[in-house]
């Protein structure tokens, strides 16, 4: 079964920190992978998406990182503002349907 | 429309009701999703249409739970005898193909009481 697991499951950092949220997955054969940030009540919108060729996409304060041999990708957070308080969530496409994984939450604290 | 619209926002509805929720996806989007998140859960998959049929309904949890596109555009979800265990967030996704970005709408919060 495809599967996408995250860690942290919850992070709280201070305001202008930086921070580093993990996804490995399963998924296979393995299409693309994107990062959603997904605030309160919201629907989840797409910060980043990788193809199997490329290993850092960057957008903003927003850095993700991957790795299709070992199955991880990263999502890196650059001077964290309180803006930034939701929840992080990796999905890794196999065909045409995303499998979603539970996804990060973060709290960024003033 | 500019974004995917759900409705309603909201829904309680008592425990054996029957209930529609409604996704207006982006115009000229093919594929469409529906999805179910539960708190502090990732969203989990539902069903698939490309176009007007059903291209994937395995993650439908039982057959209480059915979808509709009868014109490849509006999406219908039905529920009926809803159970307690069906209150969750149901979000709905379009994408212009089966393999582009999905746009999700807000969300519809249902409750069963």
């Known amino acids: 079964k495809n599967q996408v697991e995250q860690s942290p499951q919850s992070l709280i950092i201070l305001e202008g920190k930086n921070c580093t949220l993990q996804?490995?997955?399963?998924?296979?054969?393995?299409?693309?992978l994107r990062w959603y940030k997904q605030d309160t009540g919201r629907g989840p919108v797409s910060l980043t998406i990788?193809?199997?060729?490329?290993n850092t996409k960057s957008n903003g304060r927003y850095t993700a990182t991957l790795d299709a041999d070992t199955k991880q990708s990263s999502l890196h957070i650059t001077a964290s503002q309180l803006s930034d308080s939701a929840s992080y969530i990796c999905?890794?496409?196999?065909?045409?349907?995303?499998?979603f994984g539970r996804g990060t939450s973060l709290i960024v604290h003033p | 429309g500019a974004g995917v619209s759900q409705t309603p926002s909201n829904k309680v509805t008592e425990k054996g009701k029957y209930v529609e929720l409604r996704c207006d996806p982006i115009?000229?989007?093919?594929?469409l999703y529906w999805y179910r998140q539960s708190l502090g859960q990732g969203p989990e998959f539902l069903i698939y249409?490309?176009?007007?049929?059903?291209?994937?309904d395995s993650g439908l949890p039982n057959d209480r739970f059915f979808a509709v596109r009868p014109e490849g555009s509006v999406s219908t979800l039905k529920i009926q005898r809803t159970e307690r265990g069906d209150s969750a967030v149901y979000l709905c996704?379009?994408?212009?193909?089966?393999?582009?970005?999905?746009?999700f709408g807000q969300g519809t919060r249902l409750t069963v009481v």
């Open positions: 996704a379009s994408s212009l193909t089966q393999n582009t970005e999905a746009f």
């Open positions: 996804c490995n997955y399963t998924v296979s054969p393995f299409s693309n």
């Open positions: 990788m193809t199997f060729s490329e």
């Open positions: 999905v890794v496409r196999e065909s045409y349907i995303p499998t």
């Open positions: 115009s000229g989007h093919t594929a």
């Open positions: 249409f490309q176009g007007t049929g059903a291209a994937d």
